[in-house]
T-cell receptor, first 118, second 111 residues
Framework: NAGVTQTPKFRILKIGQSMTLQCAQD?????MYWYRQDPGMGLKLIYY???????DKGEVPNGYNVSRSTTEDFPLRLELAAPSQTSVYFC?????????????????FGPGTRLTVL | EDQVTQSPEALRLQEGESSSLNCSYT??????LFWYRQDPGKGPEFLFT???AGEEKEKERLKATLTKKESFLHITAPKPEDSATYLC????????????FGSGTQLTVLP
């Protein structure tokens, strides 16, 4: 299992450009999440999904969009990039559904994408 | 609003010098408290989940404990390879399993 994979690892954008951060998991997890981490800060939730076709906003959703057409993939779209979106972005996944697995609530993280907006 | 506060922000220890990291939390019904380790330039790596007050879990030199208001991560006889940032997060009951993170404790273990 590759676990949670993210691409690209690094990216520099100019103000106003758009891009999509890719996230994929091969653990058959139902729940997926996007977080951002600013220097010296904890992770903040941007968006999450509890299954294909179902997404919802987290704490800091402004300036971002998501879609989830398959169980495996959960891309994050940045429209009209701004310097405030300079951050490290982490994707995570968890099994999510109770009853079968003791680690259903555990979130497993990808390696991150470091984004700079200039 | 769920809140997590970790202290200290940074901790420097000599190899073999035991210590504890603190995680204080307020949450509207705790579903679980999670500890993660994060190395520079990498994603958080899962360590422990604690579900109820009085619960303890151990892994090598690490031991996590939980009360109704806080959690401790005890590090016994640390080694330089234990140097990392340790993150604490809470999961509220009834949520879609979202985590609320603290800002972390940066641990440095000197040889």
């Amino acid at each position: 299992n590759a676990g949670v994979t993210q691409t690209p690892k690094f990216r520099i954008l100019k103000i106003g450009q758009s891009m999509t951060l890719q996230c994929a998991q091969d653990m058959n997890h139902n729940y997926m999440y996007w977080y951002r981490q600013d220097p010296g800060m904890g992770l903040k939730l941007i968006y999450y999904s509890v299954g294909a076709g179902i997404t919802d906003k987290g704490e800091v959703p402004n300036g971002y969009n998501v879609s989830r057409s398959t169980t495996e993939d959960f891309p994050l779209r940045l429209e009209l990039a701004a310097p405030s979106q300079t951050s490290v972005y982490f994707c995570a996944s968890s099994y999510g559904r109770q009853g079968v697995r003791s680690d259903a609530d555990t979130q497993y993280f990808g390696p991150g994408t470091r984004l700079t907006v200039l | 609003e769920d809140q997590v506060t970790q202290s200290p922000e940074a901790l420097r220890l000599q190899e073999g010098e035991s210590s504890s990291l603190n995680c204080s939390y307020t949450v509207s019904g705790l579903r679980g408290l999670f500890w993660y380790r994060q190395d520079p330039g990498k994603g958080p790596e899962f360590l422990f989940t604690l579900y109820s007050a009085g619960e303890e879990k151990e892994k090598e030199r690490l031991k996590a404990t939980l009360t109704k208001k806080e959690s401790f991560l005890h590090i016994t006889a640390p080694k330089p390879e234990d140097s990392a940032t340790y993150l604490c997060a809470v999961q509220a009951a009834g949520s879609a399993r979202q985590l609320t993170f603290g800002s972390g404790t940066q641990l440095t273990v000197l040889p």
